[in-house]
């Protein structure tokens, strides 16, 4: 491996985080009101959720990147010298970004093209995304790169609250019956991002600040007595986010940073406003 390529989709969120790697972004679109928005170019999420805020009838959608899109972007890592390309995406369970991603990659010769199924969204994708150049900084070869991302996606988990399940329901992440049922009932449910990567609802809650308290509670269970990075994804709720990183210092003194970072507009308009989630990864030994 004499040069690395790193890609990701628009789904990590990797534009709100701060990185000296070189990353190209796959971007998908944003539909709403009769719009159409390039995530974070044409649509940041601070003006996205205050759209959402201001306008409760809206109902976005999202679009993924096409495998043309795609392909272009492989050939332009190989024509800048790349033999190997790493492309991180959000779960296959998700989107299709990982189905296109590998039909684009059986379209390109002369380059070693890895399609890697994050089984996450969000800030775990950008880890990813950071020990992959860290790996290639360090000397390792692909293989052991690619096991080292293996590492990262079969020990980090991700439990999470919503204000609304309405964007989860229109957008297919939930299924309707389920959805429906919740909703006659005013329940703010548990979530979880489950080992296939699939968004599945494991506890009904009534009201989302129990929601929320439910959820660290998973958290504070789950990783006692464990080393973890932990880490909060949130859609423009930075007070929840405090009280989160309060909660859990209360419990665990010897955490001494929590960081929280933002959930892109196309992440988003499936978890609607003010959701928000608490996750960790585990450290290896």
């Known amino acids: 491996m004499k040069k690395l390529g790193v890609m990701v989709c628009t789904n990590a969120s990797i534009d709100y985080i701060k990185h000296d790697y070189q990353v190209g972004i796959i971007r998908s679109t944003v539909l709403m009101g009769g719009k159409e928005y390039i995530d974070y170019e044409e649509l940041p999420a601070e003006k996205f959720y205050q759209m959402l805020e201001e306008d409760s009838s809206l109902l976005p959608r999202t679009s993924m990147a096409s495998t043309g899109t795609m392909l272009e972007y492989y050939e332009k890592l ?9 492309f991180v995406t959000i779960s296959s369970k998700m989107s299709g970004t990982y189905e296109n991603a590998l039909l684009a990659a059986k379209m390109i010769e002369g380059v070693d ?36 991302l293996e590492y990262i996606r079969d020990n980090h988990k991700m439990y999470f609250a919503v204000k609304d399940l309405k964007f989860l329901i229109k957008n297919g992440r939930l299924s309707n019956a389920a959805g429906f049922i919740a909703n006659a009932l005013k329940i703010k449910p548990l979530l979880e991002i489950n080992k296939e990567g699939a968004v599945v609802s494991i506890e009904k809650i009534r009201t989302f600040k129990k929601a929320v308290d439910r959820v660290i509670q998973k958290y504070l269970d789950e990783t006692e007595g464990k080393d973890v990075e932990t880490f909060i994804i949130h859609a423009a709720n930075p007070e929840t986010a405090e009280y989160m990183k309060t909660k859990v210092k209360e419990q665990r003194p010897d955490i001494k940073e929590i960081k929280d970072y933002l959930l892109t507009p196309a992440v988003g308009a499936h978890g609607g406003p003010g959701a928000i989630t608490l996750g960790y990864i585990l450290n290896k030994k």
């Open 113 to 148: 093209i890895r399609v890697f199924d994050s089984k996450s969204v969000g800030y775990v994708e950008c880890k990813m995304v950071f020990a992959a150049w860290e790996g290639f900084n360090a000397g390792k070869t692909i293989d052991e790169i690619i096991t080292d």
């Open 78 to 86: 190989k024509d800048e010298g790349c033999d190997t390309i790493i």
